[in-house]
């Protein structure tokens, strides 16, 4: 899905990612509950969820949650902190070293603006996240932003825009505060 295609609710596609969402939230609720220790168990539900296994060296620390799983691409060593929500029906990348923070929330999709639209459409834009990244806690990624390799996300931003790399973007509208 891209920024400039829409999702007919209610069509073939639609419907389509409607049963995965349930099966993924089946999915998501078991993993939320296992014991913390059991990692055979945790192991196999992201390989489910996911449709692979994790990466070497990616670890999750549960709750975790995704409407999709199979457009959720994790490179080696990424870190995720509890309770985090990826909403990546359109596709969310994470590269090699990726640290993200306790209840960071990634959206890639949406709906239109203008209100006659509004329930008849999903919108969609991928999210791409380069090497070494930091993703502070509370953070919100919207649909679209590519951030760019040894970026910092401050805890709390709201992320509507590209961040360029080696940068540190803070604030509810995050902007770029400074750069190195």
């Not at 401050?154 to 505060?177: E, I, M």
Request: charged share 20%; with cysteine.
């Amino acid at each position: 899905m891209s920024s400039d295609r829409l999702m007919r609710i209610h069509s073939p596609e639609f419907q389509a990612m409607a049963e995965r969402v349930v099966r993924v939230t089946e999915l998501t609720s078991r993993l939320n509950v296992l014991p913390f220790e059991d990692e055979a168990g945790k192991a196999e539900l992201f390989a489910q969820i996911l449709g692979r296994p994790l990466p070497p060296g990616a670890t999750i620390h549960p709750p975790f949650y995704t409407d999709h799983g199979l457009n959720l691409d994790l490179a080696d060593r990424v870190f995720i902190n509890q309770n985090c929500t990826f909403l990546d029906y359109a596709g969310i990348r994470l590269g090699e070293r990726v640290m993200i923070g306790p209840k960071v929330t990634f959206i890639t999709s949406g709906h239109p603006v203008d209100p006659g639209e509004r329930r008849l459409y999903l919108t969609g834009a991928p999210i791409d996240v380069a090497e070494n990244v930091w993703i502070g806690a509370g953070a919100t990624i919207l649909p679209g932003v590519s951030i760019g390799r040894d970026a910092v996300v401050a805890a709390g931003a709201v992320v509507a825009d590209d961040v360029p790399p080696a940068s540190l973007v803070t604030g509810t509208k995050a902007t770029v505060h400074r750069t190195w």
